[in-house]
């Protein structure tokens, strides 16, 4: 097993740590919990709150880097609770507070960007460089009743398409959608690097329940 390091975060094989990375220009850190397991195995990204009022992929991250020890996995696992800090704490609706920008609508980013370019950039260059799989958990934000369903990676190479339409097809999900976007979301550009991913819907118009959560 080998230790990992997200910025200024550090977990040894066999620890789970959590903290803040920080985001240099950025006012606000990203909450984050590393959990390296006793056990080898893959490295899972798993993210809330890239759209920042939608509550039940925030509560769901944060319930698992509680739950979860590094005897419960194998692997490694990073955990982000909420990605857009800055737009959770304003209480704006799919947008950055600093600069009105979609978080999922700018990827990879940007250094010499505005507040949300430079956060797209830190995960695309901090996180992705990291990981052989990606979920980001979402759900219907405050203008949007959604149907539970789930997306998966389909403008990529043919192999992480499989893959992700595997995953996909794992979840408890009653509907899944293979996307052909290959920019912009997060799980997209992820796909187009190699790296298989899922993107989560469920829960609408902003609300949050625990049966949706679990």
Known sequence: MRTLRVADLEAKPGEKVSGFVHIIGAEFGIPVTLICGEKEGETVLISGG???????????VTGLAAKLQPKDIKGILILLHIVNVNGFKARTVSVSA??????????????????????AYFIEKEIFSKIDYYIDVHNGDWFEDLTPFIYCVGNAPEETVAEAERMAQAADMPFYVKSQSGKGGAYNYAGTQGIPGILIERGECGYWKQTEVE
């Open 98 to 119: 600093e600069d009105g920008k979609n978080l999922n609508r700018v990827f990879p980013g940007d250094a010499n960007g505005t507040y949300t370019d430079k956060l």
């Open 50 to 60: 890239v759209h920042n009022a939608e509550y039940v992929g925030i509560e769901c």
